[in-house]
């Protein structure tokens, strides 16, 4: 008789809530337990060795290491620059997007694995449970969403009461801060994000201030994309984008406290640092009001908005994301050229732009000076036409009064 299918994918990142997952579900629910942890820029090579070994350790069946920075870039973050999302004009949506790309990929592994049931380590308290939990029915409907920690309504100290009885050995110590890095900007939330007033001290951001001269920076796109920096190019935008943290993160800037509705309800505060993808929004943005046409930027601003919550929200496979995605793909044809950044302790200014496709070209006159394109009496004709109609509105109501 063929032995039952115990297959339990569950998403791994080797933390408290993970480990209590593994041990529950083989031990206590009899599952073939096969981890998988998706990298989105957050771990280096010996994180992920020895997040491996701990997997391994604890009793799963396989163990497997996904590399989704480039996938996470090309499927989310590229839209997020071309539509310079910031999450209510602030947060980069750091965490947000990448437990999509997570999720994402931990029910690819499900379906190859043809697993019977999916896991996450999420509370019962948080965004994260509703972005996998939706991925998964859609994705994988006829497979079952098991969560201990949520289900099982478990404190911290429950869950290190029934490791340490298992014999589990690992640093159980609470550090004084979450911080959850990836590529897009890393989050740290502590003591004072729990409030409504209080800012995180010098000592809890993950990137200390080491640099205190100013320094210029140039970066080059290509269609919207980063392919540059200070001249040195790369092969992939990921890339670029974590060359560019390395020179800009020790200047602390791209730090903030992100103040957010979360997509059950209550409204929350958490702290992030992110370098290279604020100078990289910022520097995006004054590119495009230069070559793009008022009304290819009012469109695209607000349909940034409505993007960037709904990703929020963990929509990323509503079609409706493809269409506003392929209109961002289409306004990027000529964001093409060099944006100049001057960093500083803590801040950061555009300095200019190069493009051949600038709308500010000399060729058709200066602001506030000169222009080759009409004359004084074409300007005067077309100001009386333009309010035309508001002139008639005015007149008809002044002649009834």
């Known amino acids: 008789m063929a032995q039952a299918n115990k297959n339990v994918v569950l ?8 480990t209590f997952c593994v041990k529950y579900l083989t031990e206590d629910r009899g599952f073939d337990v096969h981890s998988v942890i998706v990298n989105t820029g957050g771990f280096d090579e010996k994180e992920l060795v020895q997040i491996e070994a701990h997997a391994y350790k604890l009793g799963v069946k396989t163990h497997t290491t996904v590399n989704a920075i480039e996938s996470y870039y090309n ?3 590229k839209y997020l620059i071309y539509g310079n999302v910031l999450k ?14 997570q999720a994402l990929h931990i029910a690819e592994h499900a379906k190859k694995l043809d697993a019977v049931a999916v896991a996450h380590g999420s509370t019962g308290a948080g965004n994260d ?3 996998f939990d939706m991925i998964f029915h859609i994705m994988i409907p006829s497979v079952e969403i098991i969560t201990p920690i949520r289900d099982l309504k478990l404190s911290r100290e429950e869950e290190i009461d029934y490791l340490k009885k298992k014999g589990v050995d690992m640093n159980f110590e609470k550090s004084m801060y979450s911080i959850n890095k990836g590529l897009w900007g890393t989050s740290v939330g502590g003591k004072e994000t729990l409030q409504s007033k209080g800012m995180l001290p010098e000592s809890a951001w993950p990137t200390q201030v080491t640099k205190t001269d100013s320094e210029e920076v140039k970066l080059s796109f290509v269609k919207g994309e980063l392919t540059a920096v200070n001249g040195q190019s790369f092969n992939h935008p990921a890339k670029a984008i974590q060359y560019l943290q390395t020179i800009a993160d020790a200047y602390g800037v791209g730090r903030d406290i992100h103040v957010g509705d979360t997509i059950i309800g209550i409204k929350g505060r958490v702290g992030f640092e992110a370098a290279a993808p604020m100078v990289i929004l910022k520097a995006h943005h004054a590119l495009e009001k230069h070559v793009l046409t008022k009304w290819q930027l009012n469109w695209k601003d607000q349909l940034a908005q409505f993007y960037g919550n709904w990703l929020h929200e963990g929509q990323i496979l509503d079609p409706v994301m493809r269409d506003i995605e392929a209109y961002f793909t289409n306004s990027q044809q000529n964001v093409t050229g060099d944006v100049f950044v001057q960093l500083m302790p803590y801040r950061f200014q555009v300095i200019g732009i190069e493009s051949p496709y600038d709308l ?12 080759t394109g009409f004359t004084g009496e074409d300007v005067r004709g077309f100001s009386k036409i333009f309010g035309n109609q508001t002139s008639i509105f005015h007149k008809v109501v002044e002649s009834n009064k």
């Open 88 to 101: 209510n004009n602030t947060y980069p949506l750091s965490v947000s997007a990448e437990r999509l790309s």
């Open 75 to 77: 499927s989310i973050i």
């Open 129 to 131: 449970q509703v972005r």
């Open 360 to 371: 500010m070209s000399a060729k058709f006159g200066k602001y506030g000076e000169m222009n």
């Open 11 to 18: 998403g791994f990142s080797g933390g408290l809530d993970t």
